[in-house]
């Protein structure tokens, strides 16, 4: 499953200067990163008098746009959804997934506070692993200054490396993350390896995507076939 760390802190804290910086020195070695921005206010990706912007008007619930090697999405959502479900339907051709924000995500996370003291939020906060600030946050956390770019790159690396090695998988319907029981995973993650297994061109794959689309009036049955 592709990894997901987030870089977490109170507005203006240097988030989006960190993540610059760090982005820019993973490109360097070849990695594919995306980011995921969390807003506490409504934002706007296209202006309102574009065709796009017209469709949406209309009533298209998602607009995409595509051109010049560039891909935009926007739409409207009844719940939002987390992080991961974002990452599974629509970035799955990444090694690395970072976030801004979501400091409520059960992800690993980084804290920022370049100028200013750990935030006090900070300490009921699970999940954090290191924090990037001038000077000591109080925290027990691993602690890297605001120019240690590489060092904290590899830390990042380093927990890539270690994610990879982990077997997952996620299901879901209609969109929406299905639970599924550690035996069921086993059970899917065995059985489907073996059989793509079995095709020519499908040596070396890291990942496995299977989408299901039933027709109108067939749906997945209930269990027990009622």
């Keep these: 499953m592709i990894p997901i760390i987030g870089f977490v802190g109170d507005k203006k804290s240097g988030k989006t200067a960190v993540l610059e910086t760090v982005i820019a020195e993973l490109k360097k070695k070849g990695g594919k990163v995306g980011v995921i921005k969390h807003t506490t206010h409504g934002f706007q990706l296209d202006y ?4 796009s912007a017209k ?16 891909i935009g999405l926007y739409g409207q959502e009844k719940r939002e ?3 991961e479900q974002v990452r599974d339907l629509y970035l799955s051709d990444l090694d690395l997934v970072l976030l801004e924000g979501f400091k409520n995500a059960l992800v690993p996370k980084v804290l920022v506070a370049l100028n ?8 009921e906060t699970g999940g ?11 925290l027990k956390l691993k602690h890297f200054k605001p120019g ?11 927990y890539i490396k270690t994610h990879r090695a982990k077997r997952e998988v996620k299901i879901y319907l209609d969109g929406k993350p299905l639970q ?3 035996f069921i995973k086993d059970f899917c993650l065995n059985t489907i390896t073996g059989m793509i ?7 070396g794959a890291r990942r496995i995507q299977i989408s299901i689309h039933l027709p109108k009036g067939l749906s997945v049955p209930l269990p027990g076939g009622r």
Excluded: Y
């Design 48 to 51: 309102p008098r574009t065709d």
């Design 55 to 70: 469709l949406a008007k209309a009533g298209a619930k998602k607009v995409v746009l595509l051109g010049h090697g560039r």
């Design 81 to 83: 959804p987390g992080p």
């Design 116 to 123: 200013a003291p750990a935030p006090k939020w900070a300490k």
């Design 128 to 138: 954090l692993i290191a924090a990037v600030s001038s000077k000591k946050t109080g």
């Design 148 to 158: 240690q770019t590489k060092q904290l790159a590899k830390l990042i690396e380093s």
């Design 180 to 182: 599924i029981k550690p």
């Design 197 to 203: 297994g079995s095709l020519h061109h499908s040596a």
